[in-house]
C-alpha cells in the first residue's frame, strides 16, 4: 500500500507501507509486493509463514479474499493481527518467502 499522498510519480521508500501492519519500507524492513501495490514486510511474513506453512493453521476465514493476489482461496488464511481485514493466503506467503530469501540484498530466511 501506499501512504495516503503519495506522489505515484516519486515514490519514495518511505511511501511504502505494510497492508498487514502499516509500517513503512526501511532499510531493516523488507518488503515483497503483491497485486495492485499490495505489499507484505518481512517481519508480517515471518509471522504468517510460521502460522501457515509451520503450523499449518488458520487465523482467517476461509472464503475470505486474499490482500496480495486478490483471490479467493481455499483455507488456510492469515489475517493479521493489526489490520484482520488484511489477509494473506498460503500460496502469497509461499512465494513471498520464496522471493525474499532469494534476493541476495537482503539476509531473510523462512522460518523452521
Same mark, same amino acid.
Given at each position: 500500500?501506499?501512504? #495516503?499522498?503519495?506522489?505515484?510519480?516519486?515514490?519514495?521508500?518511505?511511501?511504502?507501507?505494510?497492508?498487514?501492519?502499516?509500517?513503512?519500507?526501511?532499510?531493516?524492513?523488507?518488503?515483497?509486493?503483491?497485486?495492485?501495490?499490495?505489499c507484505i514486510c518481512?517481519?508480517?511474513?515471518?509471522?504468517?509463514?510460521?502460522?501457515?506453512?509451520?503450523?499449518?493453521?488458520?487465523?482467517?476465514?476461509?472464503?475470505?479474499?486474499?490482500?496480495?493476489?486478490?483471490?479467493?482461496?481455499?483455507?488456510?488464511?492469515?489475517?493479521?493481527?493489526?489490520?484482520?481485514?488484511?489477509?494473506?493466503?498460503?500460496?502469497?506467503?509461499?512465494?513471498?518467502?520464496?522471493?525474499?530469501?532469494?534476493? #541476495?540484498?537482503?539476509?531473510?530466511?523462512?522460518?523452521?
Amino acid at each position: 500500500m501506499r501512504r #495516503p499522498g503519495t506522489d505515484e510519480n516519486n515514490v519514495q521508500m518511505s511511501d511504502v507501507m505494510c497492508d498487514f501492519c502499516r509500517r513503512e519500507w526501511t532499510d531493516t524492513r523488507h518488503m515483497v509486493e503483491g497485486h495492485q501495490g499490495s505489499c507484505i514486510c518481512s517481519e508480517c511474513l515471518t509471522v504468517s509463514f510460521r502460522i501457515l506453512a509451520i503450523e499449518k493453521r488458520a487465523t482467517a476465514p476461509a472464503d475470505s479474499k486474499c490482500t496480495l493476489c486478490l483471490e479467493n482461496r481455499p483455507a488456510p488464511l492469515w489475517a493479521s493481527t493489526h489490520h484482520p481485514e488484511a489477509i494473506a493466503c498460503l500460496r502469497c506467503v509461499k512465494q513471498s518467502a520464496a522471493v525474499l530469501q532469494k534476493d #541476495p540484498d537482503y539476509n531473510w530466511r523462512k522460518p523452521e
